[in-house]
């Protein structure tokens, strides 16, 4: 009896303990029980067709989606360390909706909060106007005037190989510099291939789901090629040492201030997320109103005024935290969901597919690499540890913040992450306003 007692015991401990550890995980930032259970809520609505074709309905089906194939492109090995979230966020929903397994209902929903209420340009809104005032200013005027050269050069050389190789396969040049080479070097999707999609659409009157769906296999060649690029700039930092800062980019090693800088971080505050959000709203809608009077697209009108707001500091610093603080908002709780959305609505699958041939990838690789390599040149007459000037120039093509740390980790260089920041944020805006004008201007 005694014994029978003891297993029973033990029984209860080891299913109470499995359970206790099963309520510990997380599918986003959502505990995995109760998870499945808004996941069943939103399923069996689109099953039986109640799933509201509203921003509600919306919202529900693509986080619900995002979360998931965040969590597990976050999980699986070798994929994680190559942007494997956002792949499977916007490849997923495309081959769903290409072989027919995603329902109607959650395709229309998805189609609502997307082009209805306009969620897409919502996020672009705010991805731009927070991440420019969000830079520390110090960083973004100096750190822009330390990487400016290599910034330079790289995009030079990376639009030379990438046209030299594109034509070697029979592309016309205008066609890889503005639809391979641009993307890649745009500063990732959200705030690159988005507002550049958007002002393509305005000059050449096409489409812009059509624009995306050709625009980010591009971007996820390059991303993909850019961290192996950085793991082995470490093997060669490791192996060679005399090229290696082990983190510090200058030889000076006056870098530091810029890095104390940057690591100041402002508590939360939820007013200030909402004067934020205003502030992205408004940027949005300025661009759009001077757009018919310059003639320069609003998303490109959004970016060098957030710049200029930013430079001048003709705005109160806490506005400048409201947008930045809206913006990680919604980099951490709304990317995975937007990419879902985007795979569904604007990455066709059979599209997709059609890209990925070995000319293609070899443009973006000679893209790529050609901007590895000059930084690394660039790097050696400036005075730069080689491996950390080619690891930063080598972040411009990465896809945005999440192509950052990514490209960083794989090279053990976090440390370099506002040197990174500026040749993503500051190198791709510049990318997108220099393809937008030299498009105006070539029609």
Not at 67 to 83: A, C, M, N, Q
Not at 268 to 294: H, R
Not at 368 to 385: E, R
């Amino acid at each position: 009896m005694t014994d029978i007692t003891q297993n029973n015991a033990i029984a209860v401990e080891t299913g109470g303990s499995l359970l206790s550890r099963v309520a510990t995980y997380k599918v986003g930032p959502v505990p995995l029980p109760l998870y499945l259970a808004i996941a069943g809520v939103v399923f069996g609505a689109s099953v039986i067709g109640k799933l509201p074709a509203d921003m509600i309905g919306g919202f529900a089906a693509i986080m619900v989606l995002g979360f998931l194939l965040g969590e597990i492109g976050g999980r699986i090995p070798y994929l994680k360390s190559i942007g494997g979230s956002a792949i499977l966020c916007l490849f997923v929903p495309s081959a769903m909706l290409g072989y027919q397994i995603m329902n109607p209902a959650t395709s229309d929903a998805i189609k609502a909060v997307m082009k209805t209420s306009n969620f897409l340009y919502l996020y672009i809104a705010c991805l731009v106007t927070g991440s420019m005032l969000g830079m520390n200013r110090k960083v973004l005027i100096q750190g822009f005037l330390k990487m400016f050269v290599p910034l330079a050069v790289g995009t030079i050389a990376a639009v030379a190989a990438g046209g030299l190789v594109g034509m070697a396969f029979g592309y016309e040049f205008k066609h890889t510099f503005f639809f391979i080479v641009m993307p890649i070097v745009a500063g990732g999707i959200g705030e690159g291939i988005l507002p550049l999609s958007l002002a393509y659409s305005d000059i050449l009157g096409t489409a812009q789901p059509e624009l995306i769906a050709s625009l980010i296999p591009a971007a996820l060649i390059g991303n993909v090629v850019a961290i192996i690029s950085s793991g082995v700039l470490k093997r060669i930092g490791e192996k060679k040492p005399q090229y290696s800062g082990n983190g510090l980019l200058v030889r000076t090693g006056n870098d530091n201030e810029l890095l104390k800088e940057m690591a100041v971080e402002k508590k939360i505050e939820l007013p200030l997320m909402g004067a934020g959000l205003l502030m992205a709203c408004t940027m949005f809608i300025l661009g759009a109103f001077l757009s018919p009077f310059t003639g320069i697209p609003g998303p490109i009108l959004m970016i060098i005024g957030a710049a200029l707001l930013k430079v001048s500091k003709l705005i109160p610093e806490r506005m400048e935290t409201g947008a930045h603080q809206m913006y990680k908002f919604m980099t951490t709780n709304m990317t995975f969901p937007l990419l879902v959305g985007l795979g569904t609505l604007y990455v066709p699958w059979n599209d997709l597919i059609a890209a990925f041939t070995p000319a293609y990838f070899a443009i973006c690789a000679s893209t790529v690499l050609a901007m590895v390599a000059s930084g690394w040149l660039i790097g050696k007459v400036l005075k730069m540890y080689e491996v950390e000037a080619a690891i930063v120039t080598c972040c411009h093509s990465g896809l945005g913040g999440t192509g950052d740390v990514a490209i960083l980790s794989a090279s053990n260089r976090m440390g370099l992450m506002p040197f990174a920041q500026i040749s993503t944020r500051i190198g791709g805006a510049a990318m997108v306003v220099l393809a937008v004008f030299l498009l105006k201007a070539l029609g």
